[in-house]
């Protein structure tokens, strides 16, 4: 069964920086796009990046562009979200999630998620 | 952006009801909704693709209907085992938006 963990959340003051990991396995993880996904407190699920198999071609919500960047190691079959200039409004549970193969239609697995909480 | 409005945000059921969840999209997004459970601590399970194909593994007391703007995940004869958080997400276009959720919880 796949499995994705993610890993490196934590308290981090207003201004600051944090980079996840999400460990991928039981997949040939090169061969798919893969995303976070963010979820804040009370709030409902929201998309935050996407990245191609290749690494080249990535994606962002407008509220994290500039600020986020998703990278991708397909030799250790991980993913990663380096997040700078963290705002309160970033504290979330953030998951990776694999996007269906092929026909590029939303996300087939996800992880557990890991705690982000942006605060002085 | 589509915004996609989901009902009830929660909802108290018993063993053996039929319970039917709805997310609206803001506009046509032809049959491009996901539906997805999760439960606390756990890793979200993919239950529905396009709107009604039930993936391999889930019961089929979960059906989804639906196309353009309108779609409805339904649980017949819910278990206790039903007991989650569950979202719908439409991927017909960028940004990839998400439903609010809807907690069920089995009496």
């Known amino acids: 069964e796949v499995q994705l963990v993610e890993s490196g959340g934590g308290l981090v003051q207003p201004g600051g920086s944090l980079r996840l990991s999400c460990a991928a396995s039981?997949?040939?993880?090169?061969?798919?796009?893969m995303s976070w996904v963010r979820q804040a407190p009370g709030k409902g699920l929201e998309w935050v990046a996407n990245?191609?198999?290749?690494?080249?071609?990535?994606y962002y919500v407008a509220s994290v562009r500039g600020r986020f960047t998703i990278s991708r190691d397909n030799a250790k079959n991980s993913l990663s979200l380096q997040m700078n200039s963290l705002r309160a409004e970033d504290t979330a549970v953030y998951y990776c999630a694999r996007v269906v193969s092929g026909t590029y239609a939303g996300f087939d697995y996800w992880g557990q998620g890991t705690l982000v909480t942006v605060s002085s | 952006e589509t915004t996609v409005t989901q009902s009830p945000a929660f909802m108290s059921a018993t063993p053996g009801d039929k319970v039917n969840i709805s997310c609206k999209a803001s506009q046509d997004i032809d049959d491009d909704m996901n539906w997805y459970q999760q439960k606390p601590g756990e890793a979200a399970i993919f239950i529905i693709q396009?709107?009604?194909t039930l993936l391999p593994g889930i019961p089929p007391r979960f059906s989804g209907s639906g196309y353009g703007t309108d779609f409805t995940l339904t649980i017949n004869n819910i278990e206790s085992e039903d007991a989650a958080y569950y979202f719908c997400?439409?991927?017909?276009?960028?940004?990839?938006?998400f439903g609010q959720g809807t907690k069920v919880e089995i009496k």
């Open positions: 039981r997949f040939t993880f090169s061969s798919y796009w």
């Open positions: 990245i191609k198999q290749d690494g080249i071609e990535k």
């Open positions: 396009e709107a009604t």
């Open positions: 997400l439409q991927h017909d276009n960028f940004p990839w938006t």
